[in-house]
């Protein structure tokens, strides 16, 4: 959410910065009814204090002992009915405008960071870095489901007998293999100075709104309830862990990990990603969250960067970073670095985190403050969120990459503590 004084103060400034994102986008219609907003909010002022002086006069008067029947007091008596009920009009009006700035403000995305591309789709990113080369092979390599399906690690016909199109089974050393890659994740994260939280899978609608889901994207999120839903990501119960909160400031950096399953409907992606695990109604993945003092969060952002990075070098895993451009990036963020694994399927690299720092549109939104010392003022916090990394993905890329010609595919070092063996046949 943004700061209303600020589009106030530099309404044209604000918008150029908005339409690096979106052209269409236009203030106009809310500034106009802002300025209409602070005009009622002035005659109702008036009138309020109208009404209470003339009741104290009103009060006085019958102390005084003059006659409720005086013709001067009982019309002035009607005069403030009149204005009582003309107050009361004028409050709804300004309630229902309170509504329609607020509508308009929830609807607006993040202002884009000066360093971050102009562009209107991925077509605008710019490739930051690369690590590792993919793999030559000397076979035509198998798609991951289909190596899934003939060493019994992934049924996703069953799955959809079960509970339809986007889900999977997993199967034997498939379940332990996703099981693995969580506890590596997790495993590393900590003793790299992160606090592992486990988190609730449903969440408020409260909860939403603070971290950006919500109201723009209601429709593609899983509604339990009239008012709570399942999680798309464990950014939304971490964050909202300090919802309303005054942070001590010597506390920042928070850094924390969380496993979690994740629901998204996918809609608008029909016909993309059909098959495999790339692109499920459900799955599984860590996610890092971090709440620091604005001159943190860049550094912060890096550095969250660069341990999504470290797990998938740990587990030899070509990749690349790429910074997203102002039309790729999502709704809440600020700055945006995707990181793509290589799939020899897809022969390109494909998304399998995103880090991003919101800077204070989502502590905004959600009431999340800091101080350093008791007598400041509360300031807003930065809040950053990186997938560290997708779990399905991450076993579709150890699938494809580490495949081997007699069918077996071989386990990343990384994880043979984990799973027991060091190949699967």
């Known amino acids: 959410m943004h700061d209303l004084k600020r589009i106030r103060q530099d309404p044209q400034g604000f918008l150029e910065a908005l339409r690096t994102r979106d052209r269409s986008l236009t203030l106009k219609p809310f500034l106009e ?19 209470n002086a003339t009741s104290k006069r009103i009060g006085q008067a019958k102390q005084s002992g003059e006659s409720g029947s005086n013709a001067g007091l009982t019309s002035l008596m009607e005069e403030m009915r009149v204005l009582g009920d003309k107050i009361a009009a004028l409050d709804a009006d300004i309630a229902a405008l309170d509504g329609s700035l607020e509508s308009f403000l929830m609807n607006l995305p993040n202002i884009p960071h000066a360093s971050v591309p102009p562009g209107t789709d991925e077509g605008g990113n710019a490739e930051v870095r690369r690590w590792g080369r993919p793999r030559q092979f000397a076979w035509e390599p198998k798609p991951h489901w289909d190596i899934g399906a003939s060493l019994s690690l992934l049924d996703f016909e069953a799955a959809a007998k079960v509970s339809g199109a986007r889900f999977a089974f997993y199967r034997g050393l498939g379940a332990r293999l996703e099981r693995a890659v969580i506890n590596f994740y997790l495993d590393t994260h900590v003793a790299d100075g992160y606090v592992e939280i486990y988190p609730p899978y449903m969440v408020t609608r409260a909860a939403m709104t603070g971290t ?30 300090y ?41 599984n993945k860590v996610e890092m969250v971090k709440i620091t003092k604005p001159d943190q969060s860049y550094d912060e952002l890096e550095s969250m960067t660069g341990q999504a990075e470290k797990v998938l070098r740990l587990l030899g895993l070509p990749h690349r970073v790429v910074l997203l451009c102002t039309g790729d990036m999502g709704f809440s963020a600020a700055k945006t670095y995707d990181i793509e694994v290589w799939l020899p399927s897809y022969d390109r690299y494909v998304e399998i985190s995103s880090c991003s720092n ?22 807003f916090a930065h809040t950053l969120n990186g997938s560290g990394v ?30 027991g063996t060091d190949t699967i046949e």
């Open 33 to 51: 009814q802002d300025a209409l907003r602070r005009k009622m909010l002035a005659e109702a002022e008036e009138m309020k204090a109208l009404r």
């Open 358 to 379: 919101c800077e204070e549109f989502q502590a905004r939104r959600a009431g999340i403050r800091y101080r350093d010392n008791p007598k400041d003022k509360p300031q």
């Open 212 to 241: 950006g889901q919500l109201p723009k994207f209601e429709d593609g999120a899983y509604k339990v309830g009239p008012d709570t839903f399942l999680i798309p990501t464990a950014e939304v119960p971490v964050t909202n862990l």
């Open 243 to 283: 919802r309303e909160m005054i942070i001590d400031g010597t506390q920042l950096p928070i850094r924390h990990c969380a496993y979690s399953t994740c629901f998204r409907s996918e809609a608008g992606s029909a016909g993309r990603d059909t098959r495999g695990l790339i692109r499920q109604h459900q799955f």
């Open 390 to 419: 997708a779990v399905g993905r991450t076993v579709a890329a150890i699938l494809e990459n580490f495949q081997n010609a007699d069918g077996s595919v071989t386990v990343p070092e990384a994880l043979r503590g984990y799973m």
